[in-house]
């Protein structure tokens, strides 16, 4: 089994910054993407970034320029720099990881269990 454990989460004045992580550990064989998911009270849970294995990133539109994440495999984590907060940044973000327990086993996704981003106007 792999398990995600996020940190980082708090209260912030808009305009302000907060830097997520999220550490992998358990039984992994190989770790692949790994993202920020966010999920707002009453809205679907949404891809805030991604990262893959080689370093290629992908991000939501309202984040991009704001937002910047990456990754220390030597670490198994993954990190979300978030600057300029904007109130309707208020969410539970949410680790995801694709991850292999054995050598000839298959690529499963993990979820970590959230934590709470909440900003002020």
């Known amino acids: 089994q792999v398990q995600l454990v996020e940190s980082g989460g708090g209260l912030v004045q808009a305009g302000g910054s907060l830097r997520l992580s999220c550490v992998a550990s358990?039984?992994?064989?190989?770790?692949?993407?790994m993202g920020w998911y966010r999920q707002a009270p009453g809205k679907q849970r949404e891809l805030v970034a991604g990262i893959t294995r080689g370093g290629s990133t992908d991000y939501a539109d309202s984040v991009k320029g704001r937002f910047t994440v990456s990754r220390d495999d030597a670490k198994n984590t993954v990190y979300l720099q978030m600057n300029s907060l904007k109130p309707e940044d208020t969410a539970v973000y949410y680790c995801?990881?694709?991850?292999?327990?054995?050598?000839?086993?298959?690529?499963?996704?993990?979820w970590g269990q959230g934590t709470q981003v909440t900003v002020s106007s």
């Open positions: 358990g039984s992994m064989f190989s770790i692949g993407t």
């Open positions: 995801r990881a694709e991850a292999q327990t054995g050598q000839y086993y298959g690529w499963y996704q993990y």
